[in-house]
């Protein structure tokens, strides 16, 4: 019964106590990380400071550290006790994606690895 | 932030005892799930623009045919349009309608501004001669981008759903919630975008 009561009061003024988490202050925080990276990753493939071949690292590291801050600063992923579901949810996201993504990359390299060229396929039929 | 519920001898309540959860957390937590069932697809679409990448079957290379001014613009105006969105979620919540119309115009011509240009650049294209027809690195490219751009305009028509709604409705509870959900769907479209600036355009800049 008092669990029904406290979820009760809960449910009514939820998106008010919210407002504590939706605030101006972490969404122009979040913005100007955003921003920061963002002319990060421009600047460094425009022009040449970082060495050609890390090139694709930084990029990556500069996007993965992006899309943290959109995750923690607008969409508002965090460890509360209310947020662990989301958290787990996001985990087996991020793993089905890593496997969808890598997976299909190292079995297509190994497929044209062990493939003979397009003229040595043309060869074989003459 | 979020005191532990207590019971009445004062111990903590674990959350599996604590009945069903509020509306606001189950909604929060089912569309999560549907944005993440939204990224799996994205997944699937980058990872074949990864594997075709290199296939232009004679054609150009992503290198000789995107313009990098064009995709920064792109960028600045997605981003923008997602903080305006989250102001827009605020003005909500706090219960000011005048703020609310306000960013709720700002971030739908900031979308449609990222709608426009993508459409001109995908034109530009065409016109070239370089559709999706031309090479499976093409196909690979114009599925990926134009999908994305198909969920960026649902989003711009569902911000106008959301708009008459308010204009109908007023700012009560649900309407916030589902607000709530608009704006974890915009942030989400940007998400994706980093994603598809920093692979498709910066990689193929640099190759």
Redo the contacts between chains.
């Keep these: 019964m008092?669990?029904?009561e406290?979820?009760h009061g809960?449910?009514?003024d939820?998106?008010?106590e919210?407002?504590?988490?939706?605030?101006?202050k972490t969404?122009l925080f979040g913005?100007a990380l955003?921003?920061l990276l963002?002319l990060a990753?421009?600047g460094a493939?425009?022009t040449h400071v970082i060495w050609?071949p890390g090139?694709?690292i930084f990029?990556?590291v500069?996007?993965v550290a992006?899309?943290g801050v959109?995750?923690v600063f607008?969409?508002h992923v965090n460890a509360?006790?209310?947020g662990?579901?989301?958290v787990l949810?996001?985990g087996?996201?991020i793993f089905?994606?890593a496997l969808?993504?890598f997976?299909?990359?190292i079995i297509?390299h190994n497929l044209s690895n062990f493939m003979p060229s397009m003229e040595e396929l043309m060869k074989m039929q003459r | 932030?979020?005191t532990?519920?207590l019971?009445?001898e004062g111990r903590p309540?674990p959350?599996s005892?604590?009945?069903?959860a509020?509306?606001?957390?189950m909604i929060?937590?089912g569309f999560?799930?549907f944005l993440?069932s939204d990224?799996?697809i994205f997944?699937?679409l980058?990872?074949?623009y990864?594997?075709l990448s290199t296939a232009t079957a004679g054609g150009p290379s992503g290198h000789e045919i995107f313009d990098?001014k064009n995709v920064?613009i792109e960028?600045?105006c997605l981003?923008a349009s997602?903080?305006t969105c989250?102001?827009m979620?605020?003005s909500a919540?706090?219960r000011q309608l005048k703020n609310f119309y306000l960013w709720a115009l700002v971030t739908w011509v900031l979308g449609a501004a990222f709608i426009g240009l993508e459409v001109t650049e995908f034109s530009d294209l065409v016109a070239r001669g370089y559709g999706p027809t031309h090479s499976a690195f093409l196909s690979a490219f114009f599925t990926l981008v134009g999908t994305h751009g198909c969920h960026v305009t649902s989003g711009l028509l569902w911000l106008l759903v959301m708009v008459a709604q308010v204009a109908t409705l007023g700012l009560r509870?649900m309407v916030?919630?589902r607000l709530f959900c608009f704006s974890?769907f915009w942030?989400?479209l940007?998400?994706v975008w980093?994603?598809v600036?920093?692979?498709v355009y910066?990689?193929a800049?640099?190759a």
């Design positions: 008092l669990n029904e406290t979820h809960k449910d009514t939820l998106s008010l919210d407002e504590t988490v939706i605030n101006p969404y913005l955003a921003i963002t990753s421009f493939a425009i050609g090139l694709p990029l990556a500069l996007a992006q899309m959109h995750l607008f969409m509360t006790e209310e662990e579901n989301t949810a996001l087996f996201g089905i994606v969808v993504v997976g299909s990359m297509m | 932030m979020n532990a519920v019971d009445a309540v959350l005892q604590r009945g069903p509020s509306t606001w957390s929060s937590f999560w799930l993440l990224i799996v997944a699937s980058f990872a074949t990864a594997v990098l920064f960028t600045c981003l997602s903080f989250g102001l979620l605020l919540e706090r509870t916030v919630r974890l942030h989400a940007d998400l980093i994603g600036f920093t692979i910066l990689g800049a640099h």
